[in-house]
């Protein structure tokens, strides 16, 4: 059985630093890919960063390159996302998921099917 547990989320000042974790099990962890996504109240969930195992690839939306950093532990089967220099735009609920077919877009929620549950991050002004 696939699962994803997301953790690590909380609440932070403006400028300070969170690192969300992701744990996956049920998966062949050679071959994976691994997004971040968020979503705020009453805004859509958009992408936020993606991993793959096989190469390292990674991928980023705008609003976070240079201050996000997405990492894959291989042997913990675990992915984790160092967030610096958090706004208070950053404050979302945050999940991660895992596709089961290539994706055309990594940043696309509608291209992942497998979903944790989400952690929520909190950024005071």
């Known amino acids: 059985e696939v699962q994803l547990q997301a953790s690590g989320g909380g609440l932070v000042q403006a400028g300070g630093s969170l690192r969300l974790s992701c744990t996956a099990s049920?998966?062949?962890?050679?071959?994976?890919?691994i997004g971040w996504f968020r979503q705020a109240p009453g805004k859509e969930r958009e992408g936020v960063s993606c991993?793959?195992?096989?190469?390292?690839?990674?991928h980023y939306a705008d609003s976070v390159k240079g201050r996000f950093t997405v990492i894959m532990d291989n042997a913990e089967n675990t992915v984790y996302l160092q967030m610096n220099n958090l706004k208070p735009e950053d404050t979302a609920v945050y999940y991660c998921?895992?596709?089961?077919?290539?994706?055309?877009?990594?940043?696309?929620?509608?291209?992942?099917?497998?979903w944790g549950q989400g952690t929520q991050v909190t950024v005071s002004s």
């Open positions: 998921a895992a596709p089961v077919r290539p994706m055309a877009d990594p940043l696309s929620p509608s291209a992942y099917d497998y």
């Open positions: 991993i793959y195992s096989l190469d390292g690839r990674t």
């Open positions: 049920g998966f062949i962890f050679d071959d994976i890919a």
